[in-house]
């Protein structure tokens, strides 16, 4: 609560990447101050859109936040069923039904990409212009599978304080960095 209300008082500061790890999936979300009102007994304690954030065009956003997966830490699906962890991840962004006079409720608008089952890593490109979360999945249950594959996208574009979608993955460097030396053997 007080970096959110540190960044709603400071309009300047707008450049505010958050990058976590410890769930063991992929996730990218908008981060605002309130993306709905849960419960909300005016509505059956149903969660309502909070009037700060409108998570189809991400205005109200403060800052974003990337979460990387786990190469072989366990994740939703070696941690419950595979069926109960299709059925979070596709329910965990998603307008359910529940009748009149509510129509559709989502519990999360403010996550952008969600993804439960694979493991793996993220690659975070960071430019003058944006920074780039890239997701890419490997398949550990095979030891002599080297293949990866691209999983999605998502950035924010300087000062936006919000996420889009990639349209495809961060382009490589021209000038790669050195890589930090290796301490494996040192003594």
Known sequence: RVL?????NNPDVNNVVVVTGDFHCSFAFDVPKKPV????PLAFNFPTP?????PATGEGSLLVEFATPSITSANFDEN???????????????????????GTVNYN??????ELLSHGYMLLDLTE???????????I???????ENYGAGRLTLDGSRKLTPASGEAAEKEDQPELAPSIIGAS
Request: charged share 20%.
């Open 129 to 139: 212009e944006a920074a780039q979360a890239d997701w890419y999945y490997v398949n």
């Open 80 to 102: 419950a069923t595979l069926e109960e962890a299709i059925a979070l991840q596709a329910a965990i962004n998603a307008d359910i039904p529940v009748g009149p006079p509510l």
């Open 4 to 8: 959110l209300n540190r960044m709603a």
């Open 141 to 147: 249950l095979e030891p002599n599978d080297e293949t």
């Open 50 to 54: 909070g009037n700060s954030y409108d």
């Open 109 to 114: 608008p403010h996550m952008k990409y969600v």
């Open 37 to 40: 009102v849960y419960p909300n």
